[in-house]
């Protein structure tokens, strides 16, 4: 069918393995990530201190709570995976980032907000090209519906739970 060749199995003579995927970090862009986001340093109760979340030793990001995911996702991720990640995979996550920055903002032009949508299903699209299907559950078609929210309810920071939290 010719659909991503790139990942059919491979054979070398003596067994046969999977190629890794283009979003698929090797240990070098695991440890870039890490140390870049051990580097980070934002103003006191922005988020939690991201240096300690980060383990080198794992190279792992551990007890992440809600708001530094929001954080991570709408301000950080697009700056650490700057060098590491194709450009095309790159692109789209990015992409994803700013939208989600757009819509979390507390001013926005009603005008662009169907421009917006239209947008968020577009890179959803694109990310389905990079990704296996498995990443995709509900919680990641949910991002779709997030502008339509806006629209009903107004701006998603008056919702927001984090300071009860």
Not at 3 to 24: V, W, Y
Not at 132 to 149: G, K, Q, T
Not at 159 to 164: A, E, I, L, Q, T
């Amino acid at each position: 069918m010719g659909i991503q060749a790139s990942l059919h199995l491979r054979s070398d003579g003596k067994k046969i393995f999977l190629p890794p995927a283009c979003h698929t970090l090797s240990r070098k862009e695991k440890i870039s990530l890490c140390q870049c986001l051990r580097r980070v340093r934002v103003p006191q109760g922005y988020s939690s201190n991201i240096k300690s979340l980060v383990h080198l030793k794992d190279l792992k990001l551990v007890g992440l709570k809600s708001h530094d995911c929001h954080v991570l996702m709408q301000q950080l991720l697009f700056v650490v995976i700057r060098d590491i990640l194709p450009n095309k995979v790159r692109l789209a996550i990015t992409r994803l980032c700013f939208i989600f920055n757009a819509i979390c903002s507390k001013v926005l032009d009603l005008v662009k907000l169907d421009e917006l949508e239209n947008k968020a299903a577009i890179i959803l699209c694109e990310l389905e090209m990079y990704f296996s299907p498995a990443f995709f559950d509900i919680m990641v078609h949910l991002i779709v519906h997030l502008v339509r929210e806006i629209k009903c309810c107004d701006p998603i920071y008056l919702r927001w739970m984090y300071p009860v939290e």
